[in-house]
Nanobody
């Protein structure tokens, strides 16, 4: 019903930058919150940042001042600009979207397949 396709992960040196993108497609009426979560093997998935449909943003303390989140509502796409990357940012990053489908009155959460970000020299 909804597909989230992520791109932009990869290997970067400490202090470097990466930009993640996530495009949603499918039977979409409206998208409420879009965000990025990350997960390290053996640990729970944690929120990195999210953005509401009106542009309100929220960031995990660990990424504040380094990451920026934005979205293009016309393209159903969310972006995560990651700067001053640290080795501890290494994780699989998952896109999340709270989507209300056409014909539905209740939004549901959808997830992308994940993209690996590795910060290492």
């Amino acid at each position: 019903q909804v597909r989230l396709v992520e791109s932009g992960g990869g290997l970067v040196q400490p202090g470097g930058s990466l930009r993640l993108s996530c495009a949603a497609s499918g039977n979409i009426f409206t998208i409420n919150t879009m965000g990025w979560y990350r997960q390290i093997p053996g640990k729970e998935r944690e929120l990195a940042a999210f953005i509401t449909s009106r542009g309100t943003t929220n960031f995990a303390d660990s990424v504040k001042g380094r990451f920026t989140i934005s979205r293009d509502n016309a393209k159903n796409t969310v972006y995560l600009e990651m700067n001053s990357l640290k080795p501890e940012d290494t994780a699989v990053y998952y896109c999340n979207a709270r989507v209300q489908l056409l014909g539905s009155s209740v939004p549901n959460d959808y997830w992308g397949q994940g993209t690996q970000v590795t910060v290492s020299s």
